[in-house]
């Protein structure tokens, strides 16, 4: 167990003795495993459990995934102990279930679209930022956001297809376009089979190259991971896909979305389809969109 995060830390000061059920059935699998932790001295009336990362278990992918738990918590608010920790072992054993299953199918050709939109955001952002690990930090698909990619303040959310006709995208709930963080974008990008463009393997491959020159191959090997690449499949991926433009819509308030201030209280989360060529809104450039969020890097999230 070469590293832990104790999360026991997140009940300092409070008299939780009892919490830790002695049913309650520790998550752990996939490279990880939460422990009970050992009572210290002073630490009367309290109890530490530790998320820890196996010998044989990925510290990429151990840290991206800490940090995700961490973060989820943190926004939790003021919840009881109990449901605190209840809470961290729910986020817990999703990551253990995504571990364990990894979804050992290669990606559809819309999946492969879809993987493809991203890494072209993410080779913009390269450029704009001037820095592939400032880029690879706002990556956060791959880490269970709702949307793409975090910009300072602001959100952009990637929608790619590689169908000749229509273009039709799956909003996967209603924070992907109803959120707190501003200003938000929704990007749109056609590809089309052209022995002009490049297969999945080659854009991944020329993006490792970059990776490897700025010292954050293993981090973008990981976020590859989590978006379901596998190497394992990668002579499968033989598709050349060219890229279209990238179609920027700021989401203002009067961009067609679901939103929860006017939905009923009882809806809890939605899935729906937004027609992208039947938007009446007019989308902007990638430069502008970066401009706008640059604009707004000091606002508060």
């Not at 990619?149 to 376009?177: M, P, W, Y």
């Amino acid at each position: 167990m070469a590293q832990t995060l104790h999360y026991g830390e997140g009940f300092r000061g409070e008299q939780v003795k009892g919490t830790i059920k002695p049913a309650d059935r520790l998550p752990g699998g996939g490279g990880f495993d939460v422990k009970r932790l050992p009572a210290r001295d002073g630490d009367q009336g309290r109890e530490a459990i530790a998320l820890v990362r196996l010998l044989d278990g990925s510290h990429e992918l151990f840290s991206l995934m800490a940090v995700n738990v961490l973060r989820h918590l943190e926004h939790l608010g003021g919840f009881t102990p109990r449901a605190t920790l209840d809470a961290f072992f729910v986020r817990v054993r999703e990551w253990q279930e995504f571990m364990a299953n990894q979804r050992r199918k290669p990606l559809s050709t819309e999946g492969q679209a879809g993987l493809m939109g991203e890494l072209v955001m993410l080779e913009a952002l390269i450029g704009h930022a001037g820095s592939a690990l400032v880029a690879l930090d706002s990556w956060q698909g791959p880490l269970k956001a709702a949307q793409d990619f975090h910009v300072d303040s602001g959100a952009i959310e990637v929608k790619s297809t590689a169908k000749a006709q229509g273009f039709i995208a799956r909003i996967n709930s209603i924070d992907q376009l109803d959120s707190e963080r501003w200003p938000m974008f929704l990007c749109a990008m056609r590809f089309t089979e052209n022995e002009a463009g490049e297969t999945l393997t080659q854009c991944v491959n020329r993006l490792r190259e970059t990776m490897e020159g700025s010292g954050v191959r293993k981090q973008f090997d990981a976020l590859l991971l989590l978006s379901r690449y596998l190497d394992e499949h990668a002579d499968r991926y033989t598709r050349k896909l060219l890229a279209g433009d990238m179609l920027c819509f700021p989401v203002t308030d009067s961009f067609p979305c679901l939103r929860r201030a006017t939905l009923p209280g009882q809806i809890r989360n939605a899935q729906y389809d937004l027609d992208i060529e039947g938007l009446d809104d007019e989308p902007i450039s990638m430069d502008a969109m970066f401009q706008h969020l640059g604009e707004t890097a000091d606002e508060p999230v």
